[in-house]
């Protein structure tokens, strides 16, 4: 099983809600990162979990919390968001990401809106 | 930070065309990955190169490495339609980076 799964498919948010998205792995992957896409650009990278332990931030506001309770799953959670946050979600994982540069399975990401 | 630079930004071609990306970096890198993402879709692993000079083949596609590890290239041949969407290098050096990408358009 090569397969990420990402729920919800379509997320829609008022500004002053609390909402999570949720990204599952079974390939026995040690780590999982959270991207952020805008249209017609490149992800960029939010979160690294590597062994269940948060290793990256790249600086991301604290609206967004991630969590990694176990090691097949990742969450984000998102409150008081802005409309600039509005996005394509994607969630990765690699078998590992101390010292390496591993191939990252994607999954199918979530589109969220920000009203 | 960080900035990995691909030209072209947009290429149409027709069907049977070649087509070329290439990415350029700052940095000498230690190894560098493609990935492929179709419209409305997420990105797919592609390949990953790690030598200096290498060069990598996957039927139509030709990847290649810089002999100062700086840049690389994508190299279709004969292009189809299902080779439609946008290829990114991503690389690790520092930080994960993905380049801006080039968008790829096939009219049949």
């Known amino acids: 099983d090569t397969e990420v799964t990402q729920t919800p498919k379509h997320l829609v948010m008022g500004m002053t809600n609390k909402k999570s998205l949720k990204c599952e792995q079974h390939m026995g992957h040690r780590a999982m990162y959270w991207y952020k896409q805008k249209a017609k650009k490149p992800p960029e990278l939010m979160f690294v979990y590597s062994y269940e332990k948060l290793s990256i931030n790249e600086s991301v506001p604290s609206r967004f919390s991630p969590e990694c309770p176990n090691s097949s799953l990742l969450n984000l959670h998102l409150h008081a968001l802005q409309p600039e946050d509005s996005a394509l979600y994607l969630c990765?994982?690699?078998?590992?990401?101390?010292?390496?540069?591993?191939?990252?399975?994607f999954g199918p990401g979530t589109r969220l809106l920000v009203l | 930070g960080q900035q990995v630079m691909q030209i072209p930004q947009y290429q149409h071609v027709q069907e049977g065309e070649d087509f070329t990306t290439y990415c350029n970096s700052s940095t000498t890198l230690s190894n560098i990955q493609w990935y492929k993402q179709r419209p409305g879709g997420h990105p797919v692993f592609l390949i990953q190169l790690v030598k200096s000079g290498e060069v990598k083949k996957q039927k139509r596609l030709t990847f290649q490495f810089g002999e100062a590890k700086k840049n690389s290239s994508l190299h279709i041949t004969a292009t189809q339609t299902t080779d439609v969407g946008t290829y990114f290098c991503?690389?690790?050096?520092?930080?994960?980076?993905f380049g801006t990408g080039t968008r790829l358009l096939v009219s049949p």
């Open positions: 990765a994982s690699s078998q590992e990401a101390a010292g390496g540069f591993e191939t990252q399975y």
């Open positions: 991503l690389i690790g050096f520092q930080k994960l980076v």
